[in-house]
């Protein structure tokens, strides 16, 4: 979709990935069908060398800067060096969607 494109774009322009993926997870979170609200992006960056995880999620946070702030509700970030990514490409899985807010957990 629309949202996804320019993710990709964002972060291709602010980071020269060696390695991206966009993966739209909203399906998995309930929302209506066609929503792009919730996103999982894998970036493999030599602009992560030497920062720490915080540091690199910053850094895609800032690219992602408009949409965050609007459509996109949640973002899982894996952010990787290419080395880090050589030497192990296996992104671990995310934990399942609860659903609903954390006040309608609570009431349960």
């Not at 792009?36 to 999620?57: D, I, M, N, Y």
């Amino acid at each position: 979709g629309p949202l996804a494109r320019a993710i990709r774009a964002k972060l291709d322009a602010a980071l020269q990935p060696t390695h991206l993926q966009v993966l739209d997870e909203s399906p998995r979170h309930g929302g209506p069908p066609g929503a792009e609200t919730h996103f999982a992006v894998v970036v493999v960056s030599g602009h992560f060398t030497g920062l720490s995880p915080l540091q690199r999620h910053r850094l895609v946070h800032a690219a992602l800067r408009t949409e965050l702030a609007g459509p996109l509700h949640a973002l899982a970030i894996v952010a990787r060096t290419p080395q880090q990514w050589e030497s192990d490409p296996h992104v671990p899985p995310r934990p399942p969607c609860l659903g609903g807010s954390k006040h309608e957990r609570h009431r349960d």
